[in-house]
């Protein structure tokens, strides 16, 4: 079981070691626009969400999950900024009020994670067809299938 505090530091984790790699993720970033910050923007978008979390101790997971999603649209920055920031909402939403991470609720919140982050962007309008490469979301959609 992963409680609040285990979650928190994931997180926090996750932003540091962003930070640490993003010129490798903006390398990677060639479709639409080869314009090469996508890493730079999740990094800068992630760490203003670490900073936040930061400040808790002892909260729920979905507290916790609630302040990350609030935080990283706060401080989203570009369209991968933004995206991932769509994506913690629909997580947030899957994990709701529960006090710890479970195999169901992990699993509804990646599923509201990635309908949340497909809505956000134009790749949700596209009926059932395949849409444009998006990294963020072509990453998301492998962890929920």
Known sequence: MINGDILRNA???AA??????RKAVDDLNIFPVPDGDTGT???????NAARELEKLSGATAGKVA?????ALLRGARG???????????GFAKGIGDD?????????????????????????GNYQGKTP??????????LVKN
């Open 11 to 13: 997180m926090i984790s």
């Open 16 to 21: 540091n070691n962003l930070s640490n790699h």
């Open 41 to 47: 923007n999740m990094s800068m978008t992630l760490s």
């Open 66 to 70: 609630s302040v990350n999603a609030s």
């Open 79 to 89: 369209n991968s900024g933004v995206i991932t920031s769509l994506l913690f909402r």
């Open 99 to 123: 006090e710890n991470l479970t195999p169901e609720n992990i699993t509804n919140a990646f599923v509201f994670g990635v309908e949340a982050a497909y809505k956000g962007t134009d790749a």
């Open 132 to 141: 444009p490469v998006k990294f963020d979301l072509d990453v998301v959609s």
